[in-house]
């Protein structure tokens, strides 16, 4: 969603970032446009609705990213993401045309939505009807998640969405299409198993019955389920898409269970199963600000490490976008 959606943001600024808000976490990061592969990062959990502004506000202070050029992205539960089959009306008429399509599957009035449409890869189809993605929200709901950026002292020029945000970090890893790379990040609010292919989103779907608190024993409970939701995904991605297998699995969850999903789910799917943030860190010059900042490398990196990097995750995605439009605009 770009802004000219919301019209009452109309300021740019200088440097670039990503804000993250959920309802349990909220997460920045900044990058800068002349040296975009070094960024810098930073989480907070958050009990209720009303301590995520003071949150935020403390990690764009923390940060140095008051007036920042921002990326904002709300969490999966702010939206739906649906694929659709692609009305034959021209590029300038597709919001319109799927925005009655899709009124059946909203649980508000479409006319209220806020939404975009981005392309299901034409190798996804092969001589089926081709598809788009829709990402759709209740205004009122995006309203509020950019301005509370704005209150903490950031200038949001977009809009984005998780799964795209997430797609943004695989792709500066393995930006070619020969890889195929499945992303799964698991958080007590939400799950995201994403299937790219260079800058193509492929396949995106939501993990469903995540515990509310990630325990032990709700772990014993969920870790088949878990298992059988990824494996059908992929298997999706590469029977129902006729798509090459793909290369691997990455893996990003807080509050305690990275470890036990990747040593569960590497000893019963056919691919090799990595933590992200070991992945990521050889990509990308990390630093963790938390206090003085914590430069990540894949060597040293620390549990607690790599939960907080998996909570800022769609932060760090976005401050990629931002620097995006900052060349832009140059």
Same mark, same amino acid.
């Given at each position: 969603?770009?802004v000219?959606?919301?019209?009452?943001?109309?300021?740019r600024?200088?440097?670039?970032?990503?804000v993250y808000?959920s %309802?349990?976490? @909220?997460? #920045?990061?900044?990058?800068e446009?002349?040296?975009?592969?070094?960024v810098? %990062?930073?989480s907070?959990?958050? *009990?209720?609705?009303?301590s995520?502004? =003071?949150?935020?506000?403390d990690?764009v202070?923390?940060?140095?990213?008051?007036?920042?050029?921002?990326?904002v992205?709300?969490?999966p539960e =702010?939206?739906q993401?649906m694929? #659709?089959?692609?009305?034959? /009306?021209?590029?300038?008429?597709?919001? *319109?045309a799927?925005?009655?399509?899709?009124?059946?599957?909203? *649980?508000?009035?479409?006319?209220?939505?806020?939404?975009?449409?981005?392309?299901?890869?034409?190798?996804?189809t092969r001589?089926?009807?081709?598809? @788009?993605f #829709?990402v759709a929200?209740?205004?009122?709901r995006i309203e509020q998640?950019v301005?509370?950026?704005i209150?903490? &002292? #950031?200038?949001?020029?977009c /809009?984005?969405?998780? $799964?795209?945000?997430l797609?943004?970090? /695989?792709h500066?890893?393995?930006p070619s299409?020969?890889h195929?790379?499945?992303?799964?990040?698991l958080?007590p609010a939400?799950? @995201?198993?994403?299937?790219?292919?260079g800058?193509?989103?492929?396949?995106?779907?939501r993990?469903s019955?995540?515990?509310?608190e990630?325990g032990?024993?709700a772990?014993g409970?969920?870790k088949d389920g878990?298992?059988l939701?990824?494996?059908?995904?992929?298997?999706?991605? $590469?029977?129902? !898409?006729?798509?090459?297998?793909a290369?691997?699995? !990455?893996?990003a969850?807080?509050?305690g269970?990275?470890? &036990?999903?990747v $040593?569960?789910?590497?000893?019963?799917l056919?691919?090799p199963?990595r933590s992200?943030?070991?992945? !990521?860190?050889?990509a990308l010059s990390i630093?963790?600000?938390?206090?003085?900042p914590?430069?990540?490398? +894949?060597e040293?990196l620390?549990?607690?490490?790599?939960?907080?990097?998996?909570?800022a995750?769609?932060?760090l995605?976005a401050a990629?976008?931002?620097t995006?439009? +900052?060349?832009a %605009?140059?």
């Amino acid at each position: 969603m770009r802004v000219r959606d919301l019209p009452f943001l109309a300021r740019r600024n200088r440097s670039c970032a990503g804000v993250y808000l959920s %309802a349990s976490t @909220v997460a #920045v990061a900044v990058a800068e446009p002349q040296a975009a592969d070094r960024v810098r %990062a930073a989480s907070a959990p958050i *009990d209720d609705g009303a301590s995520r502004g =003071a949150a935020l506000k403390d990690l764009v202070r923390r940060l140095g990213a008051e007036r920042a050029r921002c990326v904002v992205v709300p969490a999966p539960e =702010a939206y739906q993401l649906m694929l #659709v089959e692609r009305p034959s /009306v021209p590029a300038s008429e597709l919001r *319109d045309a799927v925005r009655w399509r899709i009124q059946e599957y909203l *649980d508000f009035p479409a006319a209220d939505a806020v939404l975009d449409v981005f392309p299901f890869p034409d190798a996804a189809t092969r001589g089926r009807s081709a598809m @788009v993605f #829709v990402v759709a929200s209740a205004r009122g709901r995006i309203e509020q998640t950019v301005q509370e950026a704005i209150d903490a &002292g #950031v200038t949001p020029v977009c /809009v984005d969405i998780t $799964e795209l945000s997430l797609r943004n970090l /695989v792709h500066r890893i393995y930006p070619s299409a020969e890889h195929a790379i499945a992303l799964l990040r698991l958080t007590p609010a939400s799950g @995201v198993v994403n299937v790219t292919r260079g800058d193509e989103l492929f396949l995106s779907r939501r993990i469903s019955n995540v515990p509310g608190e990630l325990g032990d024993q709700a772990w014993g409970a969920f870790k088949d389920g878990l298992l059988l939701q990824v494996q059908r995904s992929i298997d999706y991605y $590469e029977s129902a !898409l006729s798509q090459p297998p793909a290369d691997c699995l !990455l893996v990003a969850s807080t509050h305690g269970w990275q470890k &036990g999903i990747v $040593e569960h789910l590497g000893a019963m799917l056919p691919l090799p199963v990595r933590s992200l943030g070991e992945v !990521l860190t050889d990509a990308l010059s990390i630093d963790l600000v938390d206090g003085s900042p914590q430069p990540l490398t +894949a060597e040293s990196l620390t549990d607690a490490q790599q939960e907080t990097l998996a909570a800022a995750l769609p932060a760090l995605g976005a401050a990629l976008r931002a620097t995006m439009f +900052a060349e832009a %605009a140059a």
